[in-house]
């Protein structure tokens, strides 16, 4: 089953470009014209059989596009999304590019959008575990090689949580049941009593901040001062990050619960709107794909759940559970499981295109993956940091590092951070895997890091958040 997997995913490659280069979408554009004007010349001297031939491969190449097409305007929205545009593009259904037949429109969009994946969008935020609502971790910023402490700020208890930041502040919680927001300096700004341990990343949203405890609260407070706005009661811990979707008059808030349910909350009010039963705990954060989030849980399964509606459109099977959170670009997820596979899932085709394993070494992917256009970046248990290509599966390198990775790497131009549960940050070429430098923290790290402004913020298990980057003296 997984050599087909791994064949399928061969014969897909060319229509699997869900972040395209202008380079790329040239080629194929280049090559489908070319073809049909090959097939227009010879067509009049071919039997009926290579007329059928032919026409079902116009066919297959009509598919392509449809893809291609959907797989733009899935971007576009991204895009705009992270770039926090007011674009048209934004709103169009993907469902209206699935029915479309190509056209000279759809044309038009390939040259807007080469256009706009030239551009490299500076990272103004970090709103969200990950950095997106698509879970990604991949931004264009740039970080120096040898790190410094700029600042720092203590908590009384472990750091477990993934800080966020926006506009010079982070937000991060404690497990000594504080919830804290600071600026840049390590200066205090407020502190919210969750009266619980919170491991759970925040996400700031519509000026709230929205975060989960370990008594199963979902709070959501007031960015600027920390007061109290409303609280949701689950059944169980939270431990994984909340996600969003804004429809035509409401935002509904996405959170994984212990208690096997993923909620759906209203942001207006906090009352349920609906909760998705899994058939086991939900550990990790839900993507966003269209108006729908994926997550894995301990059910094995990696399930689509309509936000609108609280309904799953598919449940994919990957066989044992999985700790870590999905990421998604275009109409794929990747996402390790708890004996050291790796997946990419088609979630339109509701299937697996192709999958890592290597037997020698089936300790858990604990992490979640950063992904790149090209690059898929994830630490195992094995101590072992691997990289992937995007599109096929196969591994590029591996770097073994100084002790286990339960942090989830970012990448940040041609540079990912990583760290170790010894207390190590290391910073290694994206495309080689050479190690560029490092920085000992000194103890346990499993708080993932957070990239803003030419800088890394990262938890650590001493009750410290560290500000590192490069210092004003030697720049």
């Known amino acids: 089953m997984r050599e087909k997997q791994m064949m399928k995913s061969n014969e897909r490659a060319d229509t699997e470009n869900l972040l395209p280069t202008g380079r790329a979408i040239t080629g194929q554009w280049a090559a489908t014209s070319s073809y049909r004007l090959a097939i227009a010349d010879n067509c009049p001297a071919t039997s009926l059989y290579q007329l059928a031939r032919t026409a079902r491969r116009l066919v297959v190449i009509a598919r392509q596009l449809v893809v291609i097409a959907r797989q733009l305007v899935i971007t576009a929205r991204q895009l705009a999304i992270n770039a926090r545009w007011s674009v048209t593009i934004a709103r169009w259904p993907v469902t209206t590019a699935h029915r479309a037949t190509p056209s000279v429109g759809w044309l038009a969009i390939v040259m807007l959008l080469v256009s706009l994946s030239q551009l490299a ?157 899994s058939d086991n705990f939900i550990n990790g954060a839900p993507a966003l794909y269209q108006n729908k989030v994926i997550f894995g849980g301990c059910d094995g399964f990696l399930h689509v ?78 101590r072992n940091l691997y990289c992937f290509n995007r599109k096929n599966g196969q591994r590029i390198w591996a770097k073994r590092l100084s002790n286990r990775v339960n942090s989830s790497s970012v990448i940040a131009g041609n540079k990912v951070v990583s760290a170790t549960m010894d207390g190590m940050l290391f910073i290694h070429e994206l495309a080689t895997g050479e190690e560029l430098g490092s920085y000992e923290v000194g103890s346990q790290m499993v708080s993932s890091p957070a990239v803003y402004q030419q800088k890394i913020i990262i938890g650590a298990n001493d009750g410290r958040i560290y500000i590192l980057g490069q210092s004003d003296g030697n720049r």
Do not use: M
């Open 121 to 277: 969008f500076a990272q103004s935020e970090w709103p969200i575990f990950r950095g997106n609502q698509q879970l990604t971790a991949s931004v264009s910023g740039e970080l120096p090689n040898q790190l410094r402490l700029v600042a720092s700020f203590q908590t009384e208890d472990d750091i477990k949580a993934s800080p966020v930041i926006k506009d010079d502040v982070v937000y991060c919680g404690s497990t000594d049941g504080f919830f804290y927001a600071f600026n840049l300096k390590g200066e205090l700004k407020w502190k919210f009593n969750a009266e619980n341990a919170i491991e759970a990343p925040a996400v700031l949203l519509e000026g709230k901040v929205l975060f989960g405890s370990l008594d199963g609260w979902l709070f959501c407070l007031n960015q600027p001062d920390g007061a109290l706005v409303w609280k949701y009661k689950t059944d169980n811990q939270i431990i994984g990050s909340a996600n969003w979707h804004t429809g035509a008059d409401q935002t509904v808030v996405a959170v994984g619960s212990y208690d096997y349910f993923l909620h759906g909350v209203d942001l207006k009010n906090g009352e349920n709107l609906w909760k998705y039963e």
């Open 305 to 382: 759940v309509n936000l609108q509606t609280g309904k799953a459109t598919s449940k994919i099977e990957l066989a044992t559970y999985v700790a870590s959170s999905p990421a998604i670009v275009g109409q794929v997820a990747y996402v390790g499981d708890y004996e050291g596979r790796f997946f990419a899932v088609d979630l339109e085709e509701g299937q697996v295109l192709w999958t890592y394993d290597n037997p020698d070494k089936n300790l858990p992917f604990v992490a979640s993956p950063a992904v790149s256009v090209d690059y898929i970046v994830v630490g195992n248990e094995d």
